[in-house]
C-alpha cells in the first residue's frame, strides 16, 4: 500500500493548484466587473497592456525613431538628434540616453521601462481596472502553469505507483484510477480556463484585453503610421518592418541584461 503515500501528494498538488486557479479567476471577474466602460487605450496604454514597461520603453524608442528624433543603429546604439522629449515618456528615454547624446540602446531600455512615468501610466490603468495590480499580475498566468505542473506531477506519481512491486489494488480498484482521479481534476480546470479566461495575461485584466482585441481590429481598417505604432504597442518588436531597426531593438546588451536581472 505504499502507493497511499503517493496518492497523498497528488491530491494536495492537484486541490491546491485548482483552488489558486478558481481564486484567481473569480478575482479577475471581480476586477472585469467593476470597470465602468469602454473608452479608447493610448498607445502607451496599449503597449503596457499587452508586453508591459519593457513594450511602452520600445514604443517610444521606435516612435522617436520613426519621427527621426532618434537614431537606433543596428549595433546596438542610440544617438539623439533632437533633445526635446514630447511627453514623459520621450524625457525619460533622453534622460536614460545622457547628456552625451549617445548610449547602448539595452540600459535605455531598462531605464526607461523602470522610469517613474511608466509606473503612472500602470497605476492609472490599474485604477481603471484595465490592468491587473502588480501584486497579482501573474496571478491567472501563474496559477495555470501550477495547474500544468500539478498535472505532470500526478501523472509521474501515478507511473511511479503503478510500476512498484507488489503494490496490488486498493479496496479492489486498480492503483492507476485512484490517481486518474486528481489528473482529472486538474485537467478539467485546465479546460474550463481555456475556455472562461483565455489568453492569460501577465497585464491586461479582461476588461483590458478586450479593449486590446477592439484596437487590433480597427488598426486593420487603416496603414498610417499611428497603425504602425499600434502593431508594434500590441505584437512587439516582431511587428517593425524595417530590419535596421528591427535589429537595433532585437540587439541585446549582456552586461545590460545581467545589471537588470535578465
Known sequence: MFWVLLLLPAWAAAGISCTRLCLAAVRAATVDADVAGARELTLYEAAF???????????TLVSMARQRRLLLAHTGWATVVDPRGRDDMERSVLGAIGPEGQSRIAPVRAA???ADSVRRLADRLVAAGLAVP??????????????????AAVLALAVVAVLLPGQG??????????????????????????????????????????????????SDDTADDRTYLTSVAV??????????L?????????????????
Do not use: K, M, N
Not at 497592456?49 to 514604443?59: I, M, N, T
Not at 502588480?134 to 498535472?151: C, E, F, I, N, P
Not at 479496496?171 to 489528473?183: C, E, I, M
Open 112 to 114: 526607461a521601462a523602470a
Open 235 to 244: 505584437r512587439g518588436v516582431r511587428a517593425i518592418g524595417e530590419p535596421d
Open 49 to 59: 497592456l499587452s508586453g508591459g514597461p519593457a513594450r511602452v520603453a520600445d514604443l
Open 169 to 218: 489494488t486498493g479496496d479492489g480498484v486498480p492503483v492507476a484510477v485512484w490517481f486518474a482521479l486528481p489528473l482529472v481534476l486538474t485537467l478539467s480546470c485546465l479546460a474550463i480556463a481555456r475556455i472562461e479566461v483565455h489568453p492569460y495575461t501577465r497585464w491586461a485584466s479582461p476588461a483590458g484585453q478586450r479593449l486590446l482585441g477592439t484596437l487590433a481590429r480597427h
Open 134 to 151: 502588480d501584486g497579482a499580475r501573474t496571478t491567472v498566468a501563474g496559477a495555470v502553469r501550477q495547474v500544468q505542473a500539478a498535472s
Open 246 to 262: 528591427r535589429a537595433a531593438l532585437a540587439h541585446r546588451d549582456r552586461g545590460a541584461d545581467r545589471a537588470a536581472g535578465g
